[in-house]
């Protein structure tokens, strides 16, 4: 057996948000050992370079200083040694997100990727990785979870850990201190969940809705390739988040998602909270075992590029809601309207019109994930139309085939022919398993819905599912749209054309959308308002005051840009159709086609 690389994790200062790591490496290149810190981390499209939070590093060899050379921005050189090499270095954590390191008197969670120093060379050798508690009587409640396997541990989860190899050491996330938590089984599998924080929630309501909805996503694929799995939850005042492992995934919520004892109905927090844990739980198939041909040796120093993350996340998106409606956790008028909020934020933005999803998948590493105040004019999001395509993508094969195939088989498909054999799937895969499995060409869909950027023929799609489906002007800018009644109508009204926010005595533009009142007027983002003709505006009395006017009028807006106070003559512009209403059509309105699709579909038999 190779000598294993054996790291030392400590939180040597809680309250400086310090974690110490000891590297040992027994077999060093002879040339020197290079070492470095992934830029990004899987499942997460973005440079994040980690290594900058490394804030002290030295090498030594039997007790003597070794010399370190820092070669790039997170690539360091060890000069040559005849011996074992060992390093130490500090890392800075306070990032409380899923994707980096948080440590304070309260909790510790950390991503291999934010922590362990990659071997260069090495990267396929075992590791051994001991993870220690903080010192002090403070800490001594303090557990311990992980999904690494344990070799020696104490009965409250610290102690020595093992890993395959690099990649296997950096999918598996720790949170440590004095959580919460609960369990349940699944096809016999253990299934955990740790939750870290102040709260007070349902467990077994929370036990009992995951193991349907887990349950669920694993008849759909056929199987669990997993002996247990793990939810790391951290609960805030204020945050959302999620990050896929390959045996467990990071969540972070809200306090108030967490379902109460008594609780009767889902809130639409706990909603949120459901279909986070399932889009999660989905990814252990989908992106973690079923995944692009670039990610399965991918370099974590640079951006990998794929046109794929439309299906990767729009598939897995579309999934998350739909298992709670189908395991009788939500009823269908809560999912529809979660599916009409879906089409509201893609009709919402113009970006479609000129960015693909395929588009939006290639360049999420310097758009989606680094919007700025345009991002709505100019890019589409991936998650939410690929949602929507693979909606249309469903609908398809079920139309192709006489309701014989659906995307539930095109997905037991993909699992078998490149998940469970671990076998990429390249940018041509989806299309051509697709057409296969219909026995037609069906080139036109994809090039339609994932490389172009017309609309997509959702009324077809929904009246398919004997589905009603409108778009309305919305009523505020809170407004989603959501489930109504075929007789419910909105009347237009005037709209300022941009989001926006009150700050202070101003209101403040954080968004100006194409072709609304406020772009044709000149203003933009960040712009402050005072004034709309003459009266002081705010962001609860802007769509009054703006309702006053009749369209094609013209209304004087005093604005602050930057500390210079401009004038505008604003249009008055009719909010645009963009809010969409979906209501499930009266039996007697519908086929016995579209019933029997319907049922099937909802898992309502």
Known sequence: MQNPVIYTLRPVSPKAHIFRVRLVIREPDEKGQRLSLPAWIPGSYMIRDFARNIVSIRASCEGEPVRLSKIDKQTWQAAPISGELAVEYDVYAWDLSVRGAHLDQLHGFFNGTSVFLKVLGQENRPVLVRL???????????????????????????????????????????????????????????????????????????????????????????????????????????????????????????????????????????????GLCSHEYFHLWNVKRIRPQVFREADLSCEVHTELLWAFEGITSYYDDLALVRTGSIQPDDYLGLVAQTVTRVMRSSGRFRQSVAESSFDAWTKFYKQDENASNAIVSYYSKGALVAFGLDILLRERTGDRLSLDDFMRRLWKEFGKPDRGVSERDLEQLASQMVG?????????????????PLEHW???????????????????????????????????????????????????????????????????????????????????????????????????????????????????RNTCELWLLPETECTPAQLARRRDWLNQQ
């Open 132 to 274: 220690e508690r903080p010192e002090g009587d403070a800490f001594a409640s303090w557990k311990l979870a992980t999904s690494l396997p344990a070799e020696s541990v104490d009965p409250q989860g610290f102690g020595s850990y093992t890993a395959d190899s690099y990649a296997h050491l950096i999918d598996c996330p720790v949170e440590m201190g004095d959580f919460q938590e609960l369990d349940f089984e699944v096809e016999g599998k253990r299934h955990r969940m740790v939750i870290s924080g102040r709260c007070r929630f349902d467990a077994e309501r929370i036990a009992t809705d995951l193991q349907k909805i887990c349950s669920e996503h694993v008849d759909l694929f056929g199987e669990l390739p997993l002996d247990s799995y793990l939810f790391l939850t951290m609960v805030v005042g204020d945050g959302y988040g999620g990050l896929e492992h390959k045996d467990s995934t990071a969540l972070l919520c809200e306090r108030d998602d967490l379902p109460g004892k008594g609780m009767k109905q889902p809130t639409k927090g706990y909603i949120k909270f459901l």
């Open 462 to 576: 929904f009246t398919s599912l004997g589905i009603g489906y409108r778009l309305r002007a919305a009523r505020n800018q809170e407004d989603w749209g959501g489930v109504a009644a075929e007789t419910d109508q909105t009347e237009a009204r005037p709209a300022i054309g941009a989001r926006y926010a009150q700050k202070g005595d101003f209101v403040e533009l954080l968004q100006v959308f194409d072709d609304g009142a406020a772009q044709s007027a000149g203003l933009s983002a960040g712009d402050r308002l005072l004034a709309l003709d003459g009266l002081q505006v705010t962001a609860g009395n802007l769509d009054g005051l703006l309702g006053q006017f009749e369209t094609g009028t013209q209304v004087q807006v005093h604005a602050f840009r930057r500390d210079e106070l401009m004038v505008f003559s604003l249009p008055v512009k009719m909010a645009p």
């Open 440 to 456: 037609a060409d069906l080139s036109a869909f994809f090039e339609q819905t994932v490389q172009g950027t017309e609309e997509l």
